[in-house]
């Protein structure tokens, strides 16, 4: 694991990190985060009134809009869309604003590099981590933080760059539930694939180094709100 990258980094390192709180206007949280140049920005509204025909008795109804940087949402947007929402629905407690509405809209900030761009994606629900939590209004069990993977030969490369994208042989994105710390944590999706046969030894230590370098991602969200610690502890309730 000494492969040296363009960046400098290792193998296991990610690029970059940069999370800014957008303080965007009509909504009640917003931020931007990346992973080097590739980066995405997330918005919340909610609890706010919800559309009969969806709404929920017994919880609240949680709804992600994905906009892409050009054109109008197409199917991949919608796909992708629901993709954020299963990777962020197991930190969210729901049942307590029910006939409500939670909403998520989540744009690229940067083009994607190619049909399946698994750091934009990591970007996305790490963008819409930190919108909630600035949001502060949707209770949470536990914060979500998403990392890219790729192997190219036979190393696994963390958060992959616009020079390693198109040569790996498989690559994916995990999303992780942290809880009461950085040493509980569940990956609660990923989306592995490769291009030769399946190699369950490979995809758990990808797994492995995918949560290790999320750890970073929880540790520099945890800074960001160290002015005001209590907006995480709020937001974290238990069910």
Request: net charge negative; hydrophobic share 45%; glycine share 6%.
């Amino acid at each position: 694991m000494d492969l040296q990258r363009r960046e400098g980094r290792k193998a296991t390192e990610p690029r970059k990190l940069s999370v800014n709180l957008e303080g965007l206007a009509r909504v009640d949280g917003s931020a931007r985060f990346g992973f080097g140049d590739t980066s995405a920005l997330a918005s919340v509204s909610g609890p706010i009134e919800v559309r009969l025909a969806a709404e929920n008795p017994s919880a609240a109804t949680f709804e992600v809009l994905l906009r892409p940087l050009s054109n109008v949402p197409a199917t991949q947007s919608k796909s992708l869309a629901a993709t954020i929402r299963a990777a962020l629905l197991p930190s969210l407690i729901l049942s307590q604003n029910p006939r409500t509405l939670i909403q998520l809209v989540v744009q690229s900030a940067s083009p994607a590099r190619m049909k399946s761009d698994d750091g934009l994606v990591a970007a996305m629900i790490n963008a819409s981590t930190l919108a909630l939590l600035n949001a502060g209004s949707v209770p949470m069990k536990g914060v979500v933080c998403a990392v890219a993977v790729g192997r190219t030969n036979s190393t696994l490369l963390i958060d992959p760059g616009d020079d390693e994208a198109a040569k790996l042989g498989a690559s994916g994105c995990f999303a992780f539930l942290f809880g009461d710390g950085v040493d509980d944590a569940r990956c609660v999706w990923t989306n592995w694939r490769t291009s030769e046969s399946f190699d369950e030894p490979e995809l758990q230590k990808a797994q492995l180094l995918a949560s290790l370098a999320a750890k970073s991602v929880w540790l520099r969200i945890l800074r960001v709100f160290e002015g005001d610690a209590t907006l995480v502890e709020d937001a974290m309730e238990t069910s």
